[in-house]
C-alpha cells in the first residue's frame, strides 16, 4: 500500500492541508473581525476592494521574478513568514472607540439616559428603536462624571467614590421615548456585581460615557449621538493598521498561491495535468475541517461574552503556518507548491475536476459555473432559515470548486514553457485584481445601502449577464476562428518543400481551442 504512494508528490498534499488549515479561520473570520472592531460594512467592502487589487500587482510581478531568476523556493517561505506576521498582526490592533457621551438623569424618582445627536437622528434609526416598540433588553457601561452621591443614588450604597463612577445599567427600549431630538431611555437595573433597583431621592443629572454590545439599534442610537470629528480621528488609526495588515497578508496568499500552481503542474508533468484537482483536495479538506472547528471554538471560547473572542483562530493559524514553513523547507526538492483557498463544498469536485474538463470542455464547464452561481445567490436571497444555507454550500463545489482549476488549467495549457508562473499569477491578478476587487466594492455598498437581499439578488443576475456576455465572445470568436485569414490562409499561394508542407498541414490541424 504504502510502496504505491508517490513520495514526490506527498509533501505537496501536506503543504495543501497545512496551509489551508492556517488560512481558514484567517480568511472566514477577517470581515467579521473588521467589524468587530468598529468598521462600517462599506469601509470592510472597500477594504476588500484593495485587497485583491494588491494581489493583481503582486502575482504578476513576484511571479515573473520567480521565473527569470529561479526564485520559486526563496519567495514561497519569505511570503510565507511575511503572511504569517501580517495575519498575526491584527490580534493586537485595537477596537475603536464605541462610547458615545449622553447624560444621565435622575428626576421624578425615574432614572434614564439622555442620547441627543450632533444633528438629529436617522428616521431608520429612530424606526428601530422608537416606533417597532419590540421589548428588548439591552445592557451597556457607564462611566460618568459627578461627585459620590450620584453613585449613592442610583444604587442606594452609601460608598467612597472619586470624581468619575462606573457601573452598567439594564434597559428597555420598548420604554424610549422622543423627546424634541433626543431620545430618553429609561434605566431598568443597575448592575454592580448585584443587580439593584435605581432610586432616584434626589435630583442628578450627570455626562456619561456609554458603550452597549448586545443591540445593533441601540448601537446606532449611540452612533449618531458620537462627535463625528473625533470619530474620524481616531477610527483612522485603527483602520489603518488593519489595512495594512490585511494588504501585506493579502500579498503573501498572492505570491505564494501564483509561484505554487506553477509548480503544482510542473511536478505533475504534462501527463498527469488532470490530476492537479486531486492535489488540491487535501486542502479542501485542510480548510472545511480547520475552518468548522475554528468557528466552534470561537463561539465555545466566547460564551457569556457580548462580543466574540477570535484568539484562538490567530493561533491556529500560527501554529499550522509554522509547521507548514517546516515541512515544506525540510521535505521538498524540485519546488513547492500551495492549496487555493476552498470550502468544503469543493472536495469532491476538486477529485473530479480532471475527469469533468476532459468531458466537458473549459467552454462548457465555466459556462456552468455561472449558470451555478446564479442559482446560488438567488436561493440565498430566497431562503430564510439559516441551517438550509449549510445546503446551498454545496453549490460551492460545483461553483468555485470547478472556477479555479478551469482557469489555471486553461492558463497552463496555452503558455508556453518556462512562463508558466507568470501566466498562473496574470489569470490569478485579473481574476482578484478586477472580479473580485470590483465585486467586494459592490457588495459593500449595497449592503449598506439596500441589504442583504437586493445584494445577492443583483449578484445573481449579475452572473446571469456575465454568462451572456461571456457565450456571445465565445461565438465571436469561434466566427473568426472559421474565418480563413485567421487560419493563417491568403489569396496569394504558398509554396515549401514537401517534409515543410507536411509540418505546416499537421500544425494547423493541431490548432484547437
Known sequence: MLENINKELAPMKSHYFLYNAATAPMVQFLPTIGKQL?????????IYTVLPISGLIAKPLFGGLADKFRLHKTFFLIFQVVLTIAFFSIYFIPEVDKSASVTLICDSDIPFLEICPQNEFSQKTLSAVILENIHTDSVCQLSCEGVSHGYIELSGKNVSMNSTFEFSAQFDIYQDLLTSNC???????????????????DQLRTRCMATCHNNSAFNHLLHEAKDSHSDTKQSTYQFHLFLWAAIISWIGMAVVVSIADAICFDLLGYEKRNDYGKQKMWGSIGFGWFGIGAGYMVDLSSQGQYEKDYTCIFYIMLIAMLADIIVVSMTLKKGLMTGVQCFLGELPFNFVSGSVLKKLGHINVMSLVLLIYAIRFMAYSIISNPWLFLILELLHGPSFGLCWPTMVSYGDKVTPSGTKATMQGFVGAVFEGIGVASGSFICGWLMDTFGGVTLLRTFSVGALLWLSVFWLLELLLRKMKANPLYRGHSHLANYANPDDAILMTISQELQTY
Open 38 to 46: 468598529g468598521f462600517s460594512g462599506t469601509l470592510v467592502g472597500t
Open 183 to 201: 431620545v430618553d431611555v429609561k434605566v431598568h437595573t443597575f448592575l454592580d456585581g448585584v443587580t439593584h433597583v435605581p432610586v432616584c431621592g
